[in-house]
């Protein structure tokens, strides 16, 4: 009986490892559903808004200018915060807030992004943070899950034209 026991318990144990690394790898390397929270990226992502999150594109280098990410905080490891990535490495960028008189621009250094959300207005982004390394990426938003009269494909930047092709 005893036998029976353990043996039931070390096959449950077997499977929930095996069923962990499963999930984990499908995770980390295709991606999942993430709900977002906060104002920064409104009006594309609304507070409480349930969008799907893919993994590969950071694993193969194809984050794009015009994507939005989700990235580790370069505040709080600890947090996600979600962006639309502005500039590439190699990239001029105007660093400077929109309400700003005079423009300042600078270059994106290599194996880094600038990110900004898209209201500009209240947003904690690159412009506060500074530029943040590829690695913290964690995956690319391309499909707004809920509320399902939003579902669809991510719309365009707002902000296109703080997209500098110099």
């Known amino acids: 009986m005893l036998r029976n026991a353990l043996g039931k318990t070390f096959r449950f144990l077997g499977y929930t490892v095996q069923y962990g690394c499963i999930a984990h790898c499908a ?7 993430v709900v977002c929270s906060g104002p920064s990226m409104e009006p594309t992502i609304q507070n409480s808004d349930i ?16 994507d939005i990410v989700i990235v580790k905080s370069p505040n709080d490891p600890k947090s996600n915060i979600c ?4 500039g590439l ?5 105007c660093t400077s807030n929109p309400s700003d008189f005079l423009r300042s621009h600078s270059y994106v250094p290599k194996g880094h992004v600038w990110l900004e959300g898209d209201n500009l207005k209240n947003s904690t982004d690159s412009r506060y943070y500074g530029p943040v390394p590829y690695g913290l990426i964690r995956g690319r938003i391309w499909l ?3 509320p399902l009269n939003d579902f669809g494909f991510l719309r ?3 902000n296109g034209h703080r997209f500098l092709d110099d």
Request: net charge positive; aromatic share 16%.
């Open 83 to 86: 962006k639309r990535v502005i």
């Open 27 to 33: 995770f980390e390397y295709l991606g999942g559903i």
């Open 51 to 66: 969008v799907f999150s893919e993994s590969l594109s950071r694993h193969f280098y194809c984050i794009r200018k015009g």
């Open 89 to 93: 490495e190699g990239d001029k960028v």
């Open 144 to 146: 707004k899950i809920w």
């Open 156 to 158: 365009a930047s707002p």
